[in-house]
C-alpha cells in the first residue's frame, strides 16, 4: 500500500506541473507560427494594394526564419524549451491527421513507388557515408551514426542507433549537429533547386521526402514549395521512416558480431521497438477516408487541424537551429555531411526525375 | 494505478501523436467541430 502512494503521488503532481510547463513553449510556438501566416498575407495583400507582383512567400518560411532569428539572437530562455521541444509531437500529430486527406489507394500507389526509390536510396546514402568516412578518417561509430542520420530520418534516427551501437554520446552529438545544419541549408536549397528546374508539385515532394533528412524538414522543404509538394514530401518521408528498423537493426548486428556492441535479442520485438508508430495512425485515418467515414467539411476540418500541428512544428524548426552550436561541434562531420548530401541530392534527384518520366507525375 | 501509471510512462511520443490525433479525429466526427484555416 505504502509502495502504491509513493508512485501515485508524485505521478499525480507532476503530471499538471508537467503540462503547465509546457504551455508558455507552446504558446510561442504558435505565436512564431501565427507571425508566419500573417507575414504571408501582409506581403500577399500589400503586393495586391500597390500592384507589385511580388513573391508569394509561404508562412513555412516565415515561421522558419522567424524562429532562427530569435534562436540565434537572443536565444530561446529557458521557460520555453519544454514546450519548444513539443515540435516533434506535433510533426507526428500533423503526420497522422494528414491522413484524412489521403484515400489508401494513393498511399499504396505512391507508398509502392516511394518504396523502390528509398531502398535505392538507403543503399546509396549508407555506402557514400560509408566510403566518405574512411577517407575523412572519421570514427567508425560517428560514420555509422552519420549513415543512418543521413539514409533514414535525421535525428531520430541517429538516437535510435546510438542506443543500438552503443556509440559515444559526442559521436551523438557531431552526427546530430552535422545532420541538423544540413537539414537548415536544406530548407532554402532544395525549394529553389525545385523551382528553377521546373519540378512538378508531385515530384518535387518525392524529392524532399527522398532527400531531406528530417521529418520536419522534409515537411517544411514540401511546404514551402507549395502546399501539394508537402502532403507528397511527408507521405515519401514516412516511407523512409518506416525503414529506420531495418537499417539500425542491420547495424547493431555489424557491431555486435566485431564484440563493439550488445547481441540483439528478439529481432522482431526490435523492429516493433523502432517502428515509428504514428504511420500507423497515419494509415488508420487514411482507411477511414477511404470508406467515407468523413464528409467533405470533416476532412477539411481534420486537414486545418493537420495544418495547423505542422504551423506549431516548422517554428520549432526556425527555434531549434541554432547555428553557434553547429558551429562549436567541428567542421569535420559537417564537411563529410555535406560532401555525402550533395551526392545524395544529385542522386536522389536523377531517381525523382526518372521516374516522374515513366509514371508521369 | 500502478499499472496505470506504468503502461502511461511506457507510451512513447509517437504513441501520444497517435492518441491526440486520433481524439481530434472523434472531435470533428462526433460533434462536428468545423477548423479554419
Known sequence: MSEAIAIQRPAAVALPWRLLRLLPGVALLFSIGYAGKLGEALLRDYGKAHHLALPNIEYVLWAIV???????????????????????????????????????GDVLKLGSVSLTLVAIELAVAIAIMTLLGRWFRLKPKLTSLLAVGSSICGVSAIIAAKGAIEADDDDATFAIAAILALGAFGLFAYPALGHLLHMSDHAFGVWAGLAVDNTAEAAAAGAIYSDAAGKVAVLTKSTRNAMIGFVVLGYAIYWASRGQAKEVEGKAAFLWQKFPKFVLGFLFVSLLATFQVFDK??????????????????????????????????????????????????????????????FSF | MIMETTVLKRLTLDWWAVIAALAAVVLVKSIHLTVGW
Open chain 1, 66 to 104: 522567424f524562429g532562427m532569428v530569435i534562436a540565434n539572437t537572443v536565444g530561446v530562455p529557458q521557460i520555453f524549451r519544454p514546450g519548444v521541444a513539443t515540435y516533434d509531437f506535433w510533426l507526428k500529430a500533423g503526420i497522422v491527421l494528414l491522413g484524412a486527406r489521403f484515400l489508401l
Open chain 1, 297 to 358: 467539411t470533416q476532412v477539411a476540418s481534420l486537414a486545418n487541424l493537420s495544418r495547423w500541428a505542422f504551423l506549431l512544428t516548422f517554428a520549432g524548426v526556425g527555434l531549434k537551429t541554432d547555428f553557434r552550436e553547429i558551429k562549436r561541434q567541428g567542421v569535420r562531420p559537417f564537411v563529410v555531411g555535406a560532401l555525402a548530401e550533395l551526392t545524395i541530392t544529385v542522386v536522389t534527384l536523377g531517381l525523382v526525375l526518372a521516374a516522374s518520366a515513366i
